[in-house]
């Protein structure tokens, strides 16, 4: 089951945190390890609770959801507090962004989420400029009545965004959403690995892009692919995700990346693994890693 499906089933049926503190010597060391669930969906849905406290006792204190497997946001709510966990953020499909954001507002109240996430942009928008005209439109008007309820709306990237086959006019899909939304809005919750998927820098992003970024996923892979094969279009994300593994123990740099923490604005990071073979194994190995990582 992908994201996609998997997301709007769950809705349909019913990291790391704070800013990175700098110490003495200008390090940097991330205060709160989070999780995407989506890491655990399958146990998530065999066991809300059971999971969630799982994940606590490994020392996440902060998660992201992306579907809430039949259970009411007071619930939710519930089992969060009992955990000792928040959960600054969710995501939800295209169509909760443009036909149910106060309902998005309504639940995230209630948990607690200070950012509503889109993951995706559906396949039929992707064929044109003028379906991520309308992408950003609605991304505008979800951001726009977000704020207005004093929540951040966000879009997470794949790897598609900056496939140069892909282009509008010259601009890569992912350049075209941050230029044409409104940056106090519309923030980007930026997947570090299928950025680098993709053949991009997230530190030059950073750097054009000063304080948009303020969620980040962090996922490694094995190994990184040949930057020119990503040029020539978007790699398979089925063959990608098989190579996904625990953070530290990859080929990304996370070091250098977090260097520049302050310049992107992140304020949480959330661990993902789309497909793990032992979910809590590599939950385990990722959070000594990231909770231990000096940048």
Not at 189 to 197: F, G, Q
Request: aromatic share 10%; hydrophobic share 40%; proline share 6%.
């Amino acid at each position: 089951m992908n994201r996609r499906t998997f997301i709007e089933s769950s809705l349909a049926a019913g990291a790391l945190a704070s800013l990175p503190t700098k110490s003495l010597g200008a390090t940097y060391r991330i205060e709160k390890v989070g999780v995407q669930l989506y890491t655990v969906r399958d146990a998530m849905k065999a066991d809300f609770d059971g999971t969630l406290g799982k994940v606590a006792a490994i020392g996440y204190k902060e998660v992201e959801f992306a579907g809430y497997f039949n259970h009411s946001p007071k619930d939710v709510r519930a089992s969060l507090d009992k955990l000792g966990l928040s959960a600054p953020s969710v995501h939800v499909g295209p169509d909760i962004v443009r036909n149910h954001v106060p309902e998005a507002i309504e639940a995230a109240k209630i948990i607690g989420h200070k950012y509503i996430v889109c993951p995706w942009v559906d396949e039929a928008d992707r064929k044109s400029p003028d379906g991520y005209k309308i992408v950003a439109e609605s991304f505008n008007k979800a951001g726009e009545t977000c704020k207005k309820a004093g929540i951040q709306f966000a879009y997470h990237n794949h790897n598609f965004e900056f496939s140069p086959a892909a282009s509008l006019n010259g601009q890569l899909p992912y350049d075209f959403l941050l230029a044409k939304t409104d940056p106090n809005n519309v923030k980007m919750e930026m997947d570090l690995c299928w950025i680098i998927v993709g053949g991009q820098d997230p530190v030059k992003y950073f750097q054009r892009y000063p304080g948009r970024f303020p969620l980040v996923h962090v996922k490694d892979i094995s190994k990184l692919p040949d930057p020119a094969a990503a040029k020539a279009g978007p790699l398979s994300m089925d063959e990608i995700e098989t190579t996904m593994t625990a953070a530290g123990s990859g080929a990304i740099d996370w070091k250098r990346i977090f260097a520049h923490a302050d310049e992107a604005g992140i304020k949480h990071y959330f661990f993902e693994d789309d497909k793990p073979k032992d979910p809590f194994a590599i939950l385990a190995d990722s959070y000594k890693y990231l909770s231990q990582l000096q940048a």
